[in-house]
């Protein structure tokens, strides 16, 4: 195999990610190796690790960039911090998970699948996703939250408030779980009202006042359920 002529590190990389957005999407992520991703960007596979050491750490890096590419997520970061984003924050979180598991392509539903399953053994491709979205969705979250609570709309927080927005996704994550088999081991409601009360419960556990979620749940700068946005699409 002949390797391709030395580029910037930043250069590299992102050829790098391109070959690996292909092999991801056509073999999906069991089916890609470290070796098939080296070759479809004409590199060694030692070169490829220099740049990332694991198959999970480079699906972790195309799926964080997806989502910064994301026109609705890029919305999403630039509201106004409030009460109101706050419930917008929520509600697309909630959408996302439970949506993907209708995904005529399945791809959302396999990726709930692979968080699980990297939750249940060495949690690294959890743990390089959470970090990176984190990054992203905890300086509109916590400032909302900072804000509702100043205005009387949520109760006070302890501990690290990005940490409402992580078990508010475990949360989801684990219903959208039970909705994948052909059985769901619970008789769920149907998707709108499943979602609905989700978002319900997910915002009174957060410490939200009944005169706030009554307020801001069905605002008109929300989308009506189900919400169609996608937060982290596939590539």
Wanted: aromatic share 6%.
């Amino acid at each position: 195999m002949s390797l391709a002529p030395r580029l910037s590190s930043d250069l590299r990389r992102e050829l790098i990610l391109e070959a690996a957005r292909g092999c991801f999407a056509r073999y999906g992520y069991s089916g890609t190796t470290t070796k098939s991703v080296a070759q479809a960007a004409h590199i060694s596979e030692g070169l490829l690790f220099k740049h990332f050491p694991t198959k999970a750490a480079l699906y972790a890096d195309i799926l964080a960039e997806a989502c910064e590419a994301d026109p609705e997520f890029l919305r999403l970061l630039g509201l106004e911090p409030s009460t109101g984003t706050l419930v917008v924050l929520i509600r697309e979180m909630v959408a996302h998970l439970l949506e993907g598991t209708e995904s005529p392509d399945q791809e959302e539903a396999q990726r709930l699948r692979l968080l699980a399953s990297s939750q249940l053994n060495d949690g690294e491709f959890a743990r390089l996703l959470f970090a990176k979205i984190g990054d992203l969705i905890a300086p509109v979250f916590n400032a909302s939250l900072e804000k509702a609570i100043a205005a009387g709309d949520c109760a006070p927080v302890e501990g690290n408030p990005i940490n409402l927005f992580w078990f508010s996704h475990q949360v989801v994550h684990m219903i959208a779980l039970m909705r994948l088999p052909p059985t769901p081991p619970l008789p769920l409601p149907a998707l709108p009202e499943l979602s609905r009360q989700v978002c319900l419960f997910i915002l009174r556990g957060i410490g939200l006042t009944a005169d706030a979620i009554s307020s801001h749940i069905n605002s008109a700068v929300l989308s009506p359920l189900p919400v169609t946005a996608r937060i982290a699409e596939s590539t």
